[in-house]
């Protein structure tokens, strides 16, 4: 049998959880944030995570928006972006990116940031520029693919004390070397960040569909460090792009309880999450 056949098989045999991939992704990173931390919520997964956590385990968590809404709530379901209504109406102050991005984040005072990426390698490092497929060169060209960009997600990863990555877990995402750095993780490992004079701390963590990688103390080079309760080691491995080192340490994380998935879907209250797999 194919590792592809037994991973589908394996698949079959697990008992399905009352949650989807998307929601058990957005309970982990949730998990890593702490009461009282000032945070910073990307779109989408990122600000479900982070809500979720203020939701749950973490009310007084200070959060903010790169677009500067700061200190307030959802109302009416998930907000589509950074200065939705859903999340605007009740601020406690709602400035600019430039007070958000360029004054509490860039300073050192922001605790801890969620971002997204397309793609990732094995220092942390984050890619939402384009994918070239090759190695650019000392002279730019147009990538075959055009993503997004970084957004204030730039500014996040190098000001942030940590940052927590949410990523779905797919080879092609999960790379040796991203093809550009739109978003600093640990450059080429080791002290890199300190030579360079970052003022954050860097990844803590990349949450996948799959599990959790966390760095290396000494390396920065991310290990698998937990695997989701539907997942399986195999299946992890067979889905990153380098030759993934398992943490002594590695586990069976928890799936959400019955106390998470409810704060999970007060914040969720259109349940956008629920329809995907």
Not at 127 to 145: D, F, L, Q, S, V
Not at 204 to 214: C, E, H, K, N, W
């Amino acid at each position: 049998m194919s590792a592809s056949a037994e991973i589908i098989a394996r698949r079959a045999e697990t008992p399905p959880l009352p949650c989807t991939r998307q929601e058990m992704m957005a309970v982990a990173a949730g998990r890593e944030i702490r009461d009282g931390e000032l945070a910073i919520f990307g779109v989408g997964l990122s600000m479900l995570a982070g809500y979720f956590a203020q939701a749950c385990h973490a009310p007084n968590v200070r959060a903010m928006t790169e677009g500067g809404v700061y200190g307030s709530t959802p109302i009416g379901g998930l907000p589509w972006g950074i200065e939705c209504n859903r999340i605007s109406a009740n601020a406690v102050s709602f400035t600019s990116a430039l007070d958000a991005l360029g004054c509490l984040v860039a300073s050192g005072r922001c605790d801890v940031g969620l971002i997204g990426a397309a793609q990732v390698d094995k220092f942390g490092n984050v890619n939402t520029t384009g994918i070239w497929g090759r190695a650019i060169g000392n002279e730019y060209t147009p990538p075959k693919t055009r993503l997004t960009g970084a957004g204030g997600a730039n500014d996040i990863a190098s000001g942030a004390k940590r940052v927590v990555i949410m990523v779905s877990h797919e080879k092609k995402r999960f790379v040796e070397q991203v093809d550009y750095i739109s978003s600093p993780g640990y450059l080429d490992g080791g002290d890199a960040r300190e030579r360079y004079g970052f003022v954050g701390g860097g990844p803590s963590a990349i949450v996948t569909t799959l599990g959790i990688l966390r760095p290396h103390p000494e390396t920065k080079e991310f290990e698998l460090a937990g695997w989701f309760p539907f997942a399986s080691i195999d299946e992890v491995l067979a889905s990153t792009g380098w030759a993934l080192k398992v943490a002594p340490d590695a586990h069976v994380l928890p799936a959400p309880s019955t106390e998470e998935l409810a704060a999970l879907r007060r914040v969720d209250e259109t349940g956008m999450l629920r329809r995907q797999t």
